[in-house]
């Protein structure tokens, strides 16, 4: 299931909005059945780790899906695509992201729970979740 939150900044009137969950092409699935895919849903770089892993294990499972990270410097809010790959139950590869500003490691946030955050835009802490809405199953 999936939800997209709309943020908006209540000073420059600036709005993003951010997804989180699973969607149709971005979802848990064998490595392997996602790499025999004729399209690449990841990153370019996230994509070539992938194949190596793949070449080293054949045996790897592929668990992705769209996640909502906060720089804990900036403040900002970042929609990614988070990835991991397991092996039975150990992780081989985390997705891992920094801050597009600072180069922080963004963490993972609980946008369920955040009330507000810096905006993009005009760096100040009036961006505010405006609506949240129920996108797919």
């Not at 709309?6 to 699973?22: A, I, K, P, V």
């Amino acid at each position: 299931m999936g939800h997209a939150y709309q943020y908006r900044c209540s000073h420059c009137g600036y709005s993003q909005e951010f997804n989180r969950g699973h969607g149709y092409h971005v979802h848990s699935q064998p490595l392997s059945k996602y790499l025999n895919q004729p399209r690449k849903y990841f990153h370019y770089k996230t994509h070539d780790v992938l194949k190596k892993l793949a070449e080293e294990n054949s045996n790897l499972y592929l668990h992705a899906g769209f996640q909502v990270y906060k720089c804990p410097k900036c403040n900002l809010l970042f929609d990614k695509t988070d990835v991991a790959v397991f092996e039975a139950d150990k992780v081989v590869h985390k997705s891992d992201f920094r801050c597009s500003r600072c180069r922080s490691r963004l963490k993972l946030t609980n946008i369920h729970r955040l009330k507000r955050a810096n905006c993009p835009k005009c760096q100040k802490r009036t961006f505010h979740l405006q609506q949240m809405n129920l996108l797919w199953d």
